[in-house]
């Protein structure tokens, strides 16, 4: 106990310039979303173009309730955002962690041209969402586009004026997909590499089927890690955003003429930030449910994942 | 082979073709997908050079033509000019709308700006990071524990939470869209320069630094700080990269608060991502003779090239940051 005496104001001076700006930050904007979320019509005084008063200080509110909930609920935009986002993560999170896991065993049962292989599936995981969602815009382009010019249909708009949901939805999720992999190939293959050899050996004297080997050694074994990976996945991919704005390339969520076709939740929330009388309780009381999203899914998967990991 | 030594001749062939076309199988794949990733940088890079007749040609080109003799050009004579076209603009000469087809893009700007940025972003959050792991690695304190697991608590929650709040922080000082360049700065930086998981990962690493060398430095009468500038922070050295490394990438690819933040009418404010938003928006839809889609790849191919630069140079470093510890950078 003489120890924590001594120590007491050197940890004090070492955290007080983490703790300091976190709590400008990070702690109190948890605090004041959760206030004001339930602040009804809050509304800063003397909203002059960019000069938010001081919250709660200087800012009056109607009551204390679940209005903003409400309105957020009674908004074709959210349940539009909340179709969207959830498309897009449970359909391509799954994709991205198989097609990932299958690379990564390939890989890693690869002797020649190894690292070339390496580089070129980890070259993704350093790059611009903004500059490469640009790119995969320019690919699904309506007339002068990779994919249009291959395969002979000119005219066929993915993402330009007229583009329909379930194209739009394609290309983005044809972008998650490429996106997502690098990050998904290096954790499972530094995983892979952590596996006793002494497992394939054994299997390999049993001159075992290589589909065996992967779905009873290199499966069960890298189950925690394609948890986690699964889990923060899909936490990742609910807060999409920059790569719709990207992919349309007009700071909008949607092709010209459909402003909104593609917004996700976190494009809702933000939307809902900028969006002139609309208290910013509102914004936050979206930011909360999505924080629920995230919980619930975490709590999900950790429930069903109980029986089937091996640690 | 030690296989024919115990395989008949029989079994060692099915064996063999089976390796075989298990083989195919294995470098197809492989090769399949290679492709699906390199594509999309490739039509980046070959689009970026291509002059603005070969874009809307109808006709697939996989590299940039010569418009007389219709035959693959010599690198030389490809349209590099692009990419000065993207920083002397392209000046509208047809009498109707505004001055310019396409408006010149502030690189000089964004990549300083992003440099800036990164650079304090990643210095303050060094500083922060380091005492903070310091602390919770090395110091015995009261609710220490508790304090840690508090921040790591933390970083569940989404960044969307934060973002309302500490836009409206950041206004009240007057940060926010201000035409002060420093102030620009400050908004950017700030929110930024401490980082709960890279002080988790920080604290792993001191946290394997044997115990014997603190109390044989305490014997010898060295202070705790000279003990963390000496000892720990050598030792700790490819840790200190990764986080640098990562936190730098970090800034070049952050658009949402600099979208935010900055007032994209003072265009020498802008960072690398939200400069590609604000330079090429509406872009997109100009098809026709003045179809910018080859500036606009060349703007990408810009913003990307420093990146694969720092990849290709510290591969090493970012792949241990990400395989130790599962980050998105």
Known sequence: ?311 | MERELYLDKEALRTFKIKRAIGNIFQYGFLILMALFIVIPFYWMLISSVKETWEIISPELTLLPHNIETRKIAWPWDWAWENYAKLIVGIPNTSGVGGEWTFRPMPFGWMFLNTIVVGLFTTIGMVFTVVLAAFAFSRLNFKGRDVLFTIMLATMMIPGEVFVITNYMTISQWGWVRTDNHFHNYLALILPFITSVFYTFFLRQTFKQIPNELYLAAKVDGTTDFKYLLRVMIPMAKATLTTIIILSMIGTWNAYIWPSFVTNAANRHHLLVSNGLIVGLAGAVESTGPNSILNLQMAASTLVTVPLLIVFFVFKKHIMRGVSRSGIKG
């Open chain 1, 1 to 311: 106990m003489l120890e924590y005496k001594k120590d007491g104001w050197k940890a004090t001076l070492a955290l007080a310039p983490m703790l300091l700006l976190m709590s400008v930050f990070t702690f109190w904007p948890i605090i004041n979303s959760l206030i004001m979320a339930f602040l009804e019509d809050y509304s800063f005084g003397g909203m002059a173009s960019h000069a938010y008063a001081r919250v709660i200080g200087g800012g009056t509110y109607n009551g204390i309730g679940f209005a903003n909930f409400v309105q957020v609920f009674n908004e074709k935009d959210f349940w539009v955002a909340l179709k969207n986002t959830s498309v897009m993560v449970f359909i391509s999170v799954p994709l991205t962690v198989i097609i990932g896991l299958a690379i990564a065993v390939g890989l890693n049962a690869t002797k020649k041209l190894q690292g070339f292989f390496q580089t070129v599936f980890f070259l993704p995981y350093v790059t611009n969402t903004i500059a490469l969602g640009l790119v995969f815009g320019s690919v699904f382009h309506i007339e002068y586009g990779l994919i249009n010019k291959v395969f002979g249909t000119v005219g066929l708009s993915w993402i330009n004026h007229g583009a329909t949901w379930w194209r739009a939805m394609l290309v983005l999720m044809v972008y998650t997909v490429w996106n997502g992999l690098a990050f998904k190939i290096i954790v499972f293959l530094s995983g892979m590499q952590s596996i006793d050899k002494q497992y394939y050996q054994a299997a390999q004297i049993d001159s075992t089927p290589r589909w065996r080997v992967f779905s009873k050694i290199t499966v069960p074994l890298l189950s925690p890690m394609i948890l986690y990976i699964t889990i923060t996945s899909f936490i990742g991919a609910f807060k999409a955003y920059s790569s719709v704005i990207a992919i349309f390339g007009t700071g909008d969520y949607g092709p010209v003429g459909n402003e909104k076709m593609m917004i996700t939740l976190v494009g809702y929330i933000y939307d809902k930030m900028w969006e002139s009388g609309t208290p910013f309780g509102v914004g936050s009381a979206g930011s909360l449910i999505l924080f629920a999203i995230i919980l619930l899914i975490t709590f999900v998967q950790f429930r069903v994942s109980k029986k089937r990991v091996h640690y």
